[in-house]
């Protein structure tokens, strides 16, 4: 590549981090350069499933790059090796050599995979579920995969289809939202083509479904999903659906429907608990090519408790934020970032309310609390804070340990008895606990 070209690719690669950082992902550095035709950019992307994802989600990002570093109105035009382009229609060149074949009205995100999905104790049945079908397919049949928006079900839908798609060659694969099968199927209805809408999700190896409970909006849907789903169940077929609730509570869904739903595998995601929420922050950073300091990634733990969509929102405000700054990311960043702890209100009392309260009177530094470190400095103020957090906030011992370090709930438990021991043995340190607790309390009456 010639130097200029050189020049212009590394500027527009740092332009698409700074202005669209919800876009960055760590493997566009393995995008290819390949030069400017007629006013065209074309940008190789070896990974078939790469490049459709940029097809899909990056060309105006891209566009908007190559139009701020250039000056001119430039499209850009992401191709695999020797200029094939076919796999925007949704057949890949391994596919015409006997891979897998996806027909997906959704895009797979290549970043949703297994090794990227941090497992913990609210999705461990879930994702269990989900690799056993990716290694063989038909093990779990259906597998239902329900829980509240963010918690992680679309991306373990997307890397099941993955690893599918990877390890058995020749399957054919349906994924879809439901909104889009409801759609495709009423537009076949007013066309007269209701055959071929039926061939074609009839006569898939595997067929997965975003967002069924979509479907209880009309009852003709309904009829038509029963037969498919029964067609591809008495032929072996694999069937993977996804809901925002178990199958008996989705509201106006047919028994006989609810029936088939719970005759596989019904697994629920819960929300994640601080441990597995700081595990996704440092994962999800990773991804982005964002070096978080571990304080701020337990800042951002503590206050976006249920929503993994809320983290990917804080993390890209903290990028924004990074990039408005000129600095690296710190703990006074990911404060503005995260703003009011999600789902807070005006008394509710915070991990982080306890701890600046604590550091400051004891002189001490949250780094030093969330450490191995053993010096009594620093043990006493980090005992005090696991007792006020215990005494003031609804978390669980687990989760108050996870915040200190990764330490168990039986250490949180012995500091709770070792405040608890010093407050009846030591006067001076019993109105010092008073004083926190009166401070603490002012955020209450607020």
């Known amino acids: ?29 393995q995008i290819g350069w390949l030069g400017f035709h007629g006013g065209v950019l074309r940008l190789r992307v070896s990974e078939p499933l790469q490049r459709n994802y940029l097809r899909s989600n990056g060309t105006e990002a891209f566009e908007d790059a190559a139009r701020h570093v250039t000056g001119h109105l430039v499209t850009v035009r992401f191709v695999g090796d020797g200029d094939e382009e076919d796999f925007a229609q949704g057949l890949s060149g391994a596919a015409r050599n006997g891979h ?13 995979t297994f090794e990227n999905f941090v497992e913990g104790p609210g999705n461990r ?38 690893r599918i798609l990877q390890n058995h060659p020749g399957t054919t694969l349906s994924y879809v939202s439901c909104e889009e099968y409801m759609t495709q199927y009423f537009a076949a209805m007013q066309t007269g083509e209701l ?73 629920e995601l819960e929300p994640p608990d601080f441990e597995t929420r700081a595990a996704i922050i440092r994962q999800k950073a990773k991804l982005r090519g964002l070096a978080l300091p571990e304080d701020a990634v337990l800042h951002i733990a503590t206050c976006v408790e249920n929503n993994i969509r809320e983290i990917e929102g804080t993390l890209t405000s903290l990028q924004l934020l990074a990039r408005v700054e000129k ?25 982080h309310i306890i701890t600046s309260a604590v550091t400051e009177f004891f002189n001490a530094k949250l780094t030093d609390l969330q450490s191995k470190k053993r010096h009594r400095s620093i043990t006493v103020p980090r005992q005090v804070c696991m007792y006020l957090m215990k005494h003031n906030t609804r978390h669980s011992l687990q989760e108050i340990g ?22 009846s043995t030591d ?16 955020h209450k009456r607020l």
Not at 100 to 112: E, G
Not at 127 to 150: C, D, Q, T
């Open 195 to 267: 055959m071929a809408f039926r061939q074609k999700f009839r006569e898939v190896g595997v067929l997965v479904i975003d967002d069924i409970h979509f479907l209880t909006k009309r009852e003709r849907s309904q009829e038509e999903f029963f037969h498919t789903f029964n067609s591809l169940f008495v032929a072996g077929k694999q069937i993977i659906l996804s809901s925002d609730a178990a199958p008996e509570v989705i509201p106006d869904l047919e028994a006989r429907l609810i029936s088939r739903f719970k005759q596989g595998m019904v697994a």
């Open 402 to 423: 996870g915040y200190f370090g990764g330490r168990d709930h039986t250490t949180v438990i012995h500091a709770i008895e070792k405040v608890q021991e010093l407050r």
């Open 327 to 351: 600095r690296a990311p710190d703990l006074a960043m990911a404060r503005a970032a995260v703003g009011e702890p999600q789902g807070g209100h005006l008394g509710e009392v915070t991990f």
């Open 125 to 162: 049945l879930a994702h269990a579920a989900a690799l056993g079908v990716a290694e063989k397919p038909g093990s779990y049949n259906p597998l239902f995969i329900y829980g509240r928006v963010g918690l992680g079900k679309t991306h373990l839908l997307q890397a099941t289809c993955l």
């Open 427 to 442: 006067p001076t340190f019993d109105e010092q606990l008073k004083k926190l607790q009166e401070q603490i309390n002012k």
């Open 100 to 112: 897998a074949v996806t027909r997906s009205d959704l895009v797979l995100d290549p970043d949703n």
């Open 1 to 29: 590549m010639p130097d200029s070209d050189a020049r212009l690719w590394a500027q527009m690669l740092a332009h698409v981090q700074a202005h669209h950082p919800g876009l960055w992902r760590h493997w566009f550095d």
